[in-house]
């Protein structure tokens, strides 16, 4: 798939090709499928990200791929951490369990200290920003996974797990749109913070590319999913 890592070995693990020693990937996929417990992050969205991840790294000269296909299969083991303590960041704990998993499995500081790097500035909502080309894959990458369809499907199963509501009304029966209160969220509001401004942020031009062609999608479910529920409100 990448015409500049044609020396090392191809491995097909879930339908995508993956260039590694096929050992070291079943090492990396294994203590990630160890951890991953939640079903909106679930493998097959890991999955998804590094497929995507390839597709990107396949227009640049100079990757590390062992570190972007590392990274991309690490990239959410952290959620059990945020899910148990919503003050913890799940790109930070899991950039942290990641290098120390990596050290365990013989790489170098270096190398286990640059797949930290991109996990832990691969978050939305993050201050982090992505420096190295790998760490900006893994963003867009990522993010693809919150466009058009997909991204709708996600959110709403997030929202489920996290008992957020479709929507929440003010005093006056409007439906509440904006995210001015932290501590009262729903699929609308999310919505209107995440999905709504995703494809303003991608850092490369193949992912938002990829991006504008979901987007329609999105906002035509969103519009009609709003109409809908405007058009019941009405009634009482």
Not at 40 to 67: F, G, M, N, P, Q
Not at 125 to 131: A, F, H, S
Not at 191 to 213: D, H
Not at 216 to 227: G, P, S
Request: one cysteine or more; proline letters at 2%.
């Amino acid at each position: 798939m990448l015409r500049f890592l044609t020396a090392l070995h191809y491995y097909t693990a879930n339908g995508v090709n993956v260039i590694m020693l096929k050992e070291e990937f079943m090492e990396i996929e294994s203590y990630m499928l160890h951890e991953m417990q939640d079903s909106a992050h679930d493998k097959h969205h890991v999955y998804r990200v590094l497929s995507s991840a390839l597709k990107i790294a396949d227009h640049y000269e100079e990757i590390d791929t062992d570190v972007l296909i590392a990274a991309c299969l690490l990239h959410d083991i952290g959620r059990e951490k945020q899910f148990a303590n919503p003050s913890i960041c799940h790109a930070i704990a899991g950039g942290e369990m990641a290098y120390t998993f990596l050290l365990s499995q013989g790489w170098s500081s270096q190398k286990a200290a640059h797949v930290y790097d991109c996990i832990s500035t691969h978050r939305f909502r993050g201050d982090n920003t992505p420096l190295s080309i790998e760490a900006k894959i893994l963003f867009d990458a990522d993010k693809l996974d919150v466009c058009g369809a997909i991204g709708i499907a996600r959110t709403l199963i997030y929202n489920g797990l996290t008992s957020e509501p479709l929507y929440t009304l003010d005093d006056d029966g409007r439906i509440i749109e904006s995210v001015d209160d932290p501590e009262n969220t729903s699929f609308i509001q999310e919505y209107n913070y995440k999905l709504k401004n995703v494809y303003s942020t991608f850092l490369t031009e193949q992912a938002l590319e990829i991006a504008k062609m979901r987007q329609k999608t999105a906002v035509d479910f969103y519009n009609c999913l709003l109409n809908e529920i405007n058009s019941e409100h009405r009634c009482f």
